[in-house]
């Protein structure tokens, strides 16, 4: 029952490095997203899917860009860390379409030096 | 611009106690409002979602209630024990599906 899968678990990068966090979810979602969580900020949505081949941006887009292919996959990438970067990162499918239950991942830690 | 408030930030309190966290929110116009759960380092495990015609979501000794007029929702926990202890979220939900998250009330329940 995986749910969720979010990877790495951790990450450290040097200024201006690029990569990828990987988001995948078993439960047939159609709506994906990303969040980062920063001390004393919450939870602030990144970008979001709401299904294959559709995505929007959310809170705080810039420096993030983000696909959907698949309904499984919901990948975002960093195009040029920034230190202002360094946070965690939380992908999350809602079940039942605008209405469900959201499930979240373990959580992606990054560190941008 | 919909703004999520938790109140208080922090609470510590016996085992044993009946508490409560509050949220409140300033867009009444909302699809659902959750309760979230996280454990440091970890992710968000939801307690309880409530719809927004709902009043009330129980789970076992959870209790949520939801008041869409006034823009406030309670999470009642009965009989706090120390594995209670966490941060507790509550986030609503507009008519896209984004959720909007306060940032939370960080609990401790002492022995």
């Known amino acids: 029952n995986a749910g969720v899968t979010q990877t790495p678990k951790f990450q450290v990068l040097k200024t201006g490095q690029s990569m990828t966090l990987q988001c995948a979810q078993d439960?047939?979602?159609?709506?994906m997203s990303w969040y980062r969580q920063d001390p004393g900020m919450g939870l602030r949505l990144i970008h979001y899917?709401?299904?294959?081949?559709?995505?929007d941006q959310g809170e705080v887009p810039n420096g993030y860009n983000v696909s959907r292919s698949t309904t499984e996959d919901f990948p975002l990438r960093l195009l040029s860390a920034a230190p202002s970067q360094t946070s965690v990162y939380f992908c999350?499918?809602?079940?039942?379409?605008?209405?469900?239950?959201?499930?979240f991942g373990e959580g992606s830690r990054l560190t941008v030096l | 611009k919909q703004e999520v408030t938790q109140i208080p930030a922090a609470l510590s309190v016996p085992e044993g106690e009946n508490l409560v966290l509050n949220c409140s929110f300033t867009d009444s116009a909302i699809y659902n409002l959750q309760w979230f759960r996280q454990d440091p380092g970890k992710g968000l495990t939801s307690l309880l979602l409530?719809?927004?015609?709902?009043r009330e979501q129980t789970s076992g000794r959870l209790n949520a209630s939801l008041d869409k007029s006034s823009g406030r929702s309670t999470l009642y926990i009965a009989a706090s024990q120390p594995g209670d202890s966490a941060t507790y979220l509550c986030?609503?939900?507009?008519?896209?599906?984004?959720?909007?998250f306060g940032q939370g009330t960080t609990l401790q329940v002492k022995p």
């Open positions: 999350a499918s809602l079940g039942q379409g605008n209405t469900g239950e959201l499930f």
């Open positions: 986030a609503v939900s507009g008519n896209t599906g984004k959720l909007i």
């Open positions: 439960m047939n979602h159609e709506y």
């Open positions: 899917s709401v299904g294959a081949g559709i995505t």
């Open positions: 409530i719809q927004s015609s709902q």
